[in-house]
């Protein structure tokens, strides 16, 4: 069975830094591409940036680049997302996704249970 878990979220002052971590287990993830999403209260699921594993190249939201940044684990069924210079409107919860790419939801196949960023002001 596939398993995604994302794990680091927390609270963070405006500014601050947080790395998120997305451990893969339960088949081999070099073909997918990583997504992450976040899902602030009241709002609807919205991507954030994605990694193509085989080719550890990246994509991101508008709203987020130059601030995250997607990588790999030495271990190959580890994604990070470094999230730097956090501001109010990045608090959401945080979901990693693995599938065919893309910017849309239903590009991904499987997914983790969301860890939580609060960035406080």
């Known amino acids: 069975q596939v398993q995604l878990v994302e794990s680091g979220g927390g609270l963070v002052q405006a500014g601050g830094s947080l790395r998120l971590s997305c451990a893969a287990s339960?088949?081999?993830?070099?073909?997918?591409?990583m997504g992450w999403f976040r899902q602030a209260p009241g709002k609807e699921r919205e991507f954030v940036g994605v990694i193509m594993w085989s080719e550890n190249s990246t994509y991101y939201a508008d709203a987020v680049k130059g601030r995250f940044t997607i990588s790999r684990g030495n271990a190959k069924n580890t994604v990070y997302l470094q999230m730097n210079s956090l501001k109010p409107e990045d608090t959401a919860v945080y979901y990693c996704?693995?599938?065919?790419?893309?910017?849309?939801?239903?590009?991904?196949?499987?997914w983790g249970q969301g860890t939580q960023v609060t960035v406080s002001s």
């Open positions: 339960g088949r081999t993830f070099s073909s997918y591409v």
């Open positions: 996704a693995a599938g065919r790419g893309g910017t849309r939801r239903s590009e991904y196949d499987y």
